[in-house]
């Protein structure tokens, strides 16, 4: 168990105690021991008590950490969730309305479940209570309806590591089986896992299957395709048995989209067909008899990869080695975990050349974004930090809020002491794509913009992203000269993979950024590079691809040009 589920356990009992109209104090204390243990820099699991002593916590909450570890959780939650109707505590995930309001729901309308709450915003009863909006009643419909269309979902990053596992095991018990599908093609989004067993008797994989203990097996199961999920997860696995003859047609069918697959051979026969009647050892030699160079299945999405051919054929894409230094981190002097030295130490340990350092700007108040004067401190510990390393530079860097006007976040004399500014919406983000476009494009076009950050403000699974015209956008950073993220966060990937090849058209410099608050959020760069790799990102169109001295020209540059 990670520190993220076990803080978000307090979360949970702080939030079902209100609801439940315990005492605030009650409220607040285990608010507050899930902030604490947010500060904390090592596994929760492996603290001393000692050590959880530090940063605030009695007896009370040590014990309860002591039978997480033992249990998986307290008695104390277990009870109150046995107690509370699962649709009503999946409210509590509609953002807006807090634990008094549902309560309200729960017990003035009798409303326990989602779609019971989604039916009475439909029939306009909720905005018979007190202190519910019209707007209100609107936005909890939506987001319902958005919860509900994620369900069986999750992040690429989150079924990475078990799905690369299972494979392994599988394979361990003697069977002829690859990964394929969503996660082959490094998808944000999985709703299933999938792979190709090569084996003339189904019923020899299915007893195998069906002997791992962690493995369910649903009903919906075929002759010659296992479905099931693994325990405690909501992603359905799906194992497809084959000839064992036809083993790498399969595999290459099902680690391409129907877009790819239905791409016209010379002959005016489909991909698809032709991968299906041929003799084949390797998903290669089906390229190479259909006279096409191979794809990687990142790009397999009858997008832009076939304008690449046998005579053009594709580019070395962006691997994790090739990115020497970082952009867009945030450090205690905002809302990060670490400090100034903390995070450049471990970027040295990673092997980078240079820490760009972005906090908050001053309007972010929710971020403890920096004052002027705060920015003046900041700016004289970098400088005494750089003065001691060799081959290793912090830039000095700021997310400057957007405002509404698009504006950024500091007058110019200020903006002008950056080593480079990433300029990010992060509030007013109810908008047309009309006002998000426009507010956009005024940030773009200011002269001490260096790079638009996370460009639709979207939150996977969680949020919608602000609609925006992506092509003016782009065509705006291709004349302004600036640089989009890929903002690696697994829960953003934004800019989207689908926009990169057309940034990469025109001539715009992708930066891979982790936005990481933590040290170990600077390895979220891994994710951005898959994006990359998808929308045919190449090391030589990815500014944190560049040498120190590269990067640092790169700036001056830019700053010559204010």
Same mark, same amino acid.
């Given at each position: 168990?990670?520190?993220?589920?076990?803080?978000?356990?307090?979360?949970?009992?702080?939030?079902?105690?209100?609801?439940?109209?315990?005492?605030?104090?009650?409220?607040?204390?285990?608010?507050?021991?899930?902030?604490?243990?947010?500060?904390?820099?090592?596994?929760?699991?492996?603290?001393?008590?000692?050590?959880?002593?530090?940063?605030?916590?009695?007896?009370?909450?040590?014990?309860?950490?002591?039978?997480?570890?033992?249990?998986?959780?307290?008695?104390?939650?277990?009870?109150?969730?046995?107690?509370?109707?699962?649709?009503?505590?999946?409210?509590?995930?509609?953002?807006?309305?807090?634990?008094?309001?549902?309560?309200?729901?729960?017990?003035?309308?009798?409303?326990?479940?989602?779609?019971?709450?989604?039916?009475?915003?439909? @029939?306009?009863?909720?905005?018979?209570?007190?202190?519910?909006?019209?707007?209100?009643?609107?936005?909890?419909?939506?987001?319902?309806?958005?919860?509900?269309?994620?369900?069986?979902?999750?992040?690429?990053?989150?079924?990475?590591?078990?799905?690369?596992?299972?494979?392994?095991?599988?394979?361990?018990?003697?069977?002829?089986?690859?990964?394929?599908?969503?996660?082959? /093609?490094?998808?944000?989004?999985?709703?299933?896992?999938?792979?190709?067993?090569?084996?003339?008797?189904?019923?020899?994989?299915?007893?195998?299957? @069906?002997?791992?203990?962690?493995?369910?097996?649903?009903?919906?199961?075929?002759?010659?395709?296992?479905?099931?999920?693994?325990?405690?997860?909501?992603?359905?696995?799906?194992?497809?048995?084959?000839?064992?003859?036809?083993?790498? @047609?399969?595999?290459?069918?099902?680690?391409?989209?129907?877009?790819?697959?239905?791409?016209?051979?010379?002959?005016?026969?489909?991909? #698809?067909?032709?991968?299906?009647?041929?003799?084949?050892?390797?998903?290669?030699?089906?390229?190479?008899?259909?006279?096409?160079?191979?794809?990687?299945?990142?790009? /397999?999405?009858?997008?832009?990869?076939?304008?690449?051919?046998?005579?053009?054929?594709?580019?070395?894409?962006?691997?994790?080695?090739?990115?020497?230094?970082?952009?867009?981190?945030?450090?205690?002097?905002?809302?990060?975990?670490?400090?100034?030295?903390?995070?450049?130490?471990?970027?040295?340990?990673?092997?980078?050349?240079?820490?760009?350092?972005?906090?908050?700007?001053?309007?972010?108040?929710?971020?403890?974004?920096?004052?002027?004067?705060?920015?003046?401190?900041?700016?004289?510990?970098?400088?005494? #930090? @750089?003065?001691?390393?060799?081959?290793?530079?912090?830039?000095?860097?700021?997310?400057?809020?957007?405002?509404?006007?698009?504006?950024?976040?500091?007058?110019?004399?200020?903006?002008?002491?950056?080593?480079?500014?990433?300029?990010?919406?992060?509030?007013?983000?109810?908008?047309?794509?009309?006002?998000?476009?426009?507010?956009?494009?005024?940030?773009?076009?200011?002269?001490?913009?260096?790079?638009?950050?996370?460009?639709?403000?979207?939150?996977?699974?969680?949020?919608?992203?602000?609609?925006?015209?992506?092509?003016?956008?782009?065509?705006?950073?291709?004349?302004?000269?600036?640089?989009?993220?890929?903002?690696?966060?697994?829960?953003?990937?934004?800019?989207?993979?689908?926009?990169?090849?057309?940034?990469?058209?025109?001539?715009?410099?992708?930066?891979?950024?982790?936005?990481?608050?933590?040290?170990?959020?600077?390895?979220?760069?891994?994710?951005?590079?898959?994006?990359? /790799?998808?929308?045919?990102?190449?090391?030589?169109?990815?500014?944190?691809?560049?040498?120190?001295?590269?990067?640092?020209?790169?700036?001056?540059?830019?700053?010559?040009?204010?």
């Amino acid at each position: 168990m990670n520190n993220s589920q076990i803080i978000q356990q307090f979360k949970l009992m702080g939030s079902l105690l209100e609801l439940h109209q315990a005492n605030s104090f009650q409220v607040r204390a285990y608010q507050k021991v899930a902030d604490n243990l947010g500060e904390l820099q090592i596994n929760i699991i492996d603290a001393s008590p000692e050590e959880l002593t530090t940063i605030g916590l009695g007896k009370k909450f040590l014990d309860k950490i002591e039978e997480i570890k033992g249990t998986g959780t307290f008695h104390e939650l277990a009870d109150l969730l046995a107690k509370t109707p699962k649709g009503v505590i999946d409210m509590l995930n509609i953002k807006g309305i807090g634990a008094k309001k549902i309560y309200a729901l729960w017990k003035e309308l009798g409303l326990e479940s989602l779609d019971a709450l989604l039916t009475a915003c439909e @029939n306009d009863e909720v905005t018979k209570l007190k202190g519910f909006a019209k707007k209100t009643q609107e936005n909890i419909a939506q987001q319902i309806l958005f919860m509900k269309a994620q369900q069986g979902k999750a992040l690429y990053a989150d079924v990475e590591q078990v799905a690369y596992e299972l494979e392994k095991t599988l394979q361990a018990q003697g069977l002829q089986v690859q990964l394929v599908g969503e996660i082959v /093609r490094r998808l944000e989004i999985v709703e299933k896992i999938q792979y190709i067993i090569g084996h003339e008797n189904p019923q020899v994989v299915f007893k195998t299957l @069906n002997s791992l203990s962690y493995l369910q097996q649903n009903k919906n199961s075929g002759l010659f395709t296992w479905r099931g999920k693994i325990n405690n997860t909501s992603v359905e696995i799906e194992c497809k048995i084959v000839n064992p003859k036809k083993f790498y @047609n399969e595999i290459f069918i099902h680690s391409s989209s129907i877009y790819h697959l239905r791409h016209q051979l010379k002959n005016q026969e489909s991909l #698809l067909t032709f991968a299906k009647n041929i003799e084949a050892n390797s998903e290669e030699e089906i390229y190479k008899k259909a006279f096409l160079p191979y794809y990687i299945p990142e790009i /397999r999405e009858g997008d832009f990869e076939f304008k690449y051919t046998q005579d053009n054929p594709p580019p070395s894409f962006i691997e994790t080695n090739d990115l020497k230094g970082t952009l867009h981190n945030h450090s205690t002097y905002s809302d990060g975990k670490n400090t100034l030295s903390d995070m450049a130490d471990y970027c040295q340990e990673l092997g980078y050349q240079y820490l760009g350092i972005s906090d908050h700007s001053k309007t972010a108040f929710y971020a403890n974004g920096l004052s002027e004067e705060r920015l003046v401190q900041q700016h004289q510990e970098i400088d005494e #930090l @750089n003065s001691s390393y060799n081959n290793f530079k912090i830039f000095k860097g700021i997310e400057s809020d957007i405002l509404g006007d698009g504006s950024l976040d500091y007058a110019d004399d200020v903006l002008a002491n950056f080593d480079f500014i990433v300029a990010s919406i992060h509030s007013g983000l109810s908008m047309t794509e009309k006002k998000a476009t426009e507010r956009l494009i005024t940030a773009i076009e200011n002269p001490y913009t260096t790079i638009l950050g996370h460009p639709t403000g979207r939150l996977l699974l969680r949020r919608e992203g602000y609609p925006i015209n992506h092509a003016k956008i782009i065509d705006a950073c291709a004349e302004n000269n600036v640089c989009i993220e890929i903002n690696a966060n697994p829960w953003r990937l934004d800019i989207d993979w689908r926009w990169v090849n057309y940034a990469l058209e025109k001539n715009v410099l992708i930066s891979i950024n982790p936005d990481a608050h933590i040290n170990e959020g600077l390895l979220d760069m891994y994710y951005g590079t898959l994006v990359g /790799r998808k929308g045919g990102l190449t090391k030589e169109m990815t500014l944190n691809s560049f040498s120190l001295e590269e990067i640092s020209e790169y700036f001056n540059k830019q700053k010559s040009k204010r």
